[in-house]
T-cell receptor, first 114, second 113 residues
Framework: GAVVSQHPSRVICKSGTSVKIECRSLDFQATTMFWYRQFPKKSLMLMATSNEGSKATYEQGVEKDKFLINHASLTLSTLTVTSAHPEDSSFYIC??????????FGPGTRLTVT | GNSVTQMEGPVTLSEEAFLTINCTYTATGYPSLFWYVQYPGEGLQLLLKATKADDKGSNKGFEATYRKETTSFHLEKGSVQVSDSAVYFCALDRGSTLGRLYFGRGTQLTVWP
């Protein structure tokens, strides 16, 4: 149990376009979902925390108008990268939490902006 | 501030060798500490955790002890297997906000038969 999926696993988009990444908890309801960004040879950087039905809380330095997060239900959160640029190319990972110290991670989405 | 420092990788070992991956932390308050593992093509999985000083987390032959005096949480395994090849992340949860994890950079482990 406690499986988190992400879709798509890989996406290539042109500069200036927007791309949406979905994160789903498949067999549990997640009170909180998190979005991370992982750079090569660097740790995961938390971008934002979202709770179902409320606005996401963004970490300092993360542009909320560029990285739109919607948490419409207890099993689905989406991250939309708007007006993507090559510097947004990265590995994006979501996680879902159902209780204290229980955080389950998705497999990640590789975004490449050309 | 809160941060985690992990030993730089990659680490390459022969099967049945002893493994240590160092992790030290800086945190306010009383954090909980975690080791996550990421196998190729998969998401991060919780390997073990410790929620207070002197606790020892263990799973699948891996162990780590929460040492408050040295602010460390080193990962050890007595005899590694090829299937242990993965990236290992040390992380801390400051505890003030549910699920707010601070990660180290990750250590790539490769085990050869």
């Amino acid at each position: 149990g406690a499986v988190v999926s992400q879709h798509p696993s890989r996406v290539i988009c042109k500069s200036g376009t927007s791309v949406k990444i979905e994160c789903r908890s498949l067999d549990f309801q997640a009170t909180t979902m998190f979005w991370y960004r992982q750079f090569p040879k660097k740790s995961l950087m938390l971008m934002a925390t979202s709770n179902e039905g409320s606005k996401a809380t963004y970490e300092q330095g993360v542009e909320k108008d560029k990285f739109l997060i919607n948490h419409a239900s207890l099993t689905l959160s989406t991250l939309t990268v708007t007006s993507a640029h090559p510097e947004d190319s990265s590995f994006y990972i979501c996680s879902a939490s159902r209780a204290a110290y229980e955080q389950y991670f998705g497999p990640g989405t590789r975004l490449t902006v050309t | 501030g809160n941060s985690v420092t992990q030993m730089e990788g990659p680490v390459t070992l022969s099967e049945e060798a002893f493994l240590t991956i160092n992790c030290t932390y800086t945190a306010t308050g009383y954090p909980s500490l975690f080791w996550y593992v990421q196998y190729p093509g998969e998401g991060l999985q919780l390997l073990l955790k410790a929620t207070k000083a002197d606790d020892k987390g263990s799973n699948k032959g891996f162990e780590a002890t929460y040492r408050k005096e040295t602010t460390s949480f080193h990962l050890e395994k007595g005899s590694v297997q090829v299937s242990d090849s993965a990236v290992y992340f040390c992380a801390l949860d400051r505890g003030s906000t549910l699920g707010r994890l601070y990660f180290g950079r990750g250590t790539q482990l490769t085990v050869w038969p």
